[in-house]
């Protein structure tokens, strides 16, 4: 298991420059299991330690793993346009470590977002290949019939492409709304694929990804942390 010197422990999970961390050791910001530790070389182990800064709780990861509940008005660029960066959402040592959006929603599109520093984990989620499916809750202006439901399984051609695009599976909740499954990444998909079929969305939410369902009681705005085993059943999962 891995030992490391404090200063660089803490530089590494996000709290600054090399000096930065050293002189917030040094000042007594930092605490190793509740005891505080003004010895930026104090050595520790690394996997599962426990630390606070000014108080506040955190523990030791080798990549940072997030699921956040987007909410709408947001952009997932880190060089917002319009709207505020989802990334103003996570507190600062997230976005020095690099975290960044698993794909993106668009603006108006609420639900499940993941987020990371590990450019593994966001290419085998995000690769083509992988087909990953990700399951949304989509608001209809115009009631839905069968016969458009039909469509969307079957495929539909997009403007830009040739190639039909097909739901994975599509099922109507009511009569404006529908939970709808891909597998694909393109651009506006699910918005598109419905214009295709003569209706239009009102509103989209991303309810899953694979087999991690946006946890409940997760509020708009609102992130936590995706347990190893999660990450490892996210990392199987699709096609
Ligand atoms: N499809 C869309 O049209 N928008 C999203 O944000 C996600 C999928």
Known sequence: MPHLPLERLIQQQGFGSRKECRALIRHGHVAVDGDVCENPFAEFETEGL?????????????????????PAGYECSRNPIHH???????????????????????????????LTDDGQFIHALTSPRREMPKVYEVTLRHAIDETQIQRLLA????????????????????????????????????????????????????????????????????????????????TKSGG
């Open 84 to 114: 505020p960066s989802v990334l103003s959402l996570l507190p600062p040592p997230l976005l020095n470590r690099g975290v960044q959006p698993v794909g993106r929603l668009d603006e108006d599109t609420t639900g499940l977002l993941l």
């Open 155 to 234: 495929g539909v051609v997009l403007r830009d492409d040739p190639q039909a695009v097909a739901a994975a599976a599509c099922e109507a909740v009511d009569s404006h709304r529908l939970r709808l499954t891909i597998t694909g990444g393109r651009y506006h998909q699910v918005k598109r694929m419905v214009a295709a079929i003569g209706n239009r969305v009102e509103a989209l939410h991303r309810a899953a990804i694979g087999d991690f369902a946006l946890p409940a009681g997760l509020a708009p705005g609102q992130w936590q942390w995706i347990t190893p085993e999660e990450v490892g059943r996210l």
């Open 50 to 70: 426990h630390f606070q800064i000014d108080g506040e709780d955190w523990c030791w990861r080798e990549h940072a793993y997030l699921a956040l509940n987007k």
